[in-house]
């Protein structure tokens, strides 16, 4: 391959991917939605006591994502997979992906923001930013000065 040639292949890399999960939104079924970055999928639904069977169209998209997956022979990785609930009075369903429950948690990291399950405060990110801030600004600033020689 020529220099010209990995360079066309870089460029079309990112787009041939597009053009390749395009039809991935067609994976939500009822009132579940999705939220697309990269490689990155998000499906979401409110459920809610008034609104029973929207817990079913989230595992229906789960398992229609499954079979998007198999068709294109694409992997899935069930360990950087979380279902978050929100709100006090939730009920906490369970979904399964391929016979695979997915994890639990209290609260995530999207995009490099924390977001917690409860309180939908920002707190547990400020605290971690503020590690790393106070970590570089502890640091002696002579290191930075450039010496005029």
């Not at 029973?52 to 595992?59: E, I, M, R, S, Y």
């Not at 279902?83 to 995530?108: K, M, P, R, W």
């Amino acid at each position: 391959m020529s220099k010209a040639e990995s360079h066309r292949a870089v460029v079309l890399g990112p787009i041939l991917f597009i053009l390749f999960i395009d039809d991935i939104a067609e994976v939500c079924c009822g009132t579940v939605k999705n939220s697309l970055f990269a490689d990155d999928l998000q499906l979401f639904s409110e459920i809610t006591l008034d609104s029973p069977g929207n817990d079913l169209q989230v595992q229906q998209s789960l398992s229609v994502l499954q079979s998007w997956c198999s068709a294109w022979q694409l992997s899935v990785n069930i360990e950087k997979c979380h279902v978050l609930h929100l709100g006090f009075n939730n009920a906490s369903v369970q979904y399964e992906y391929n016979n695979t429950v997915i994890s639990d948690v209290s609260s995530v990291c999207d995009l490099g923001v924390d977001v917690d399950s409860y309180s939908l405060k920002f707190d547990g990110h400020i605290n971690r930013i503020g590690i790393l801030f106070r970590g570089f600004f502890n640091r002696d600033i002579a290191f930075y000065r450039v010496s005029a020689h």
